[in-house]
């Protein structure tokens, strides 16, 4: 009678790999979400656009 061999072993391990990337991702999905509705709950100023409203103006570090 035949053993499994070393490829379904691996198998597994990818099977494994793929569920914990799926369960992170989920994670990280739900994180999100979830800070999109506490940023959501925040009162807005109406002059300050949105998208800008984290920058702050002067000098910038040298890129190198």
Do not use: F, H, T
Request: aromatic share 0%; no cysteine.
């Amino acid at each position: 009678m035949a053993r499994p061999g070393p490829a379904s072993q691996a198998k597994r391990q990818r099977e494994l790999a793929k569920k914990q990337k799926r369960k992170e991702k989920a994670e990280r999905r739900a994180q999100r979400k979830e800070q999109k509705a506490l940023k959501a709950d925040q009162p807005q100023d109406p002059d300050v656009d949105p998208d800008i409203a984290d920058i702050v103006p002067g000098p910038q570090e040298p890129i190198i």
